[in-house]
């Protein structure tokens, strides 16, 4: 596991998103835009993924595009972040974009070491997802949601259930007490990526007390 580590090493907020060898380019701009959205002195660890689709799927899936399918390494990447976690003084945000939303917001069904979860048009489209998270609900006390306004108005019938799914879940959320928080953006799903996870790590860490 590669982790690239910046920002305040002293910090109390931690911040932790699983990327891919695509977002490499993206973490820089990521990281400026983030901290001119709050003041607040903040570590970031980014943690390479080996396998986009394997890695940070919670379990098995037929491919929606392409031909690659969905695995089930998600249980594996999370053993190896969670040890990232450990120490008691300091507030720890999952987070990511598009399957590493869900599956940040997939490990906040299984921990209760973590603060917040700061997911960016996350795939909650993803088969099965819903049932799960109604059977094992997400345990950090703040949720961020996005997505794009086009995300849901595609073809792929699979896929177009997603604008449905992530205003059930925040509805769920929201029911539940949970300080949660659903954005909409202009445009599609691959729209300003960095942009948007840097909106949500800020809003998820800004109102931490």
Not at 4 to 9: C, I, N
Request: with cysteine.
């Amino acid at each position: 596991m590669i982790i690239r580590e910046y920002g305040d090493s002293a910090a109390r907020v931690i911040l932790v998103q699983p990327v891919g060898q695509h977002e490499l380019p993206l973490i820089d701009d990521e990281i400026v835009q983030i901290g001119q959205m709050t003041d607040r002195p903040f570590r970031y660890l980014a943690v390479q993924v080996e396998n986009w689709n394997r890695d940070l799927s919670p379990w098995p899936a037929p491919a929606v595009f392409g031909d690659e399918d969905f695995g089930d390494g998600a249980e594996a990447l999370l053993e190896e972040i969670l040890p990232l976690c450990t120490e008691q003084d300091k507030d720890y945000i999952i987070g990511g974009y598009s399957l590493a939303g869900l599956f940040a917001l997939w490990a906040a069904t299984r921990t209760d070491t973590l603060y917040g979860v700061a997911a960016a048009s996350p795939s909650v489209w993803f088969p099965g997802w819903l049932e799960y998270e109604a059977a094992h609900p997400i345990q950090t006390r703040r949720v961020y949601l996005s997505l794009g306004d086009r995300e849901e108005h595609t073809k792929n019938q699979t896929m177009a259930s997603v604008g449905d799914n992530i205003r059930a879940l925040h509805s769920a959320l929201t029911q539940r007490g949970k300080d949660c928080k659903l954005e909409w953006n202009a445009g599609g799903h691959f729209k300003d990526a960095d942009l948007r996870t840097a909106r949500a790590f800020a809003w998820t860490m800004e109102s931490e007390k």
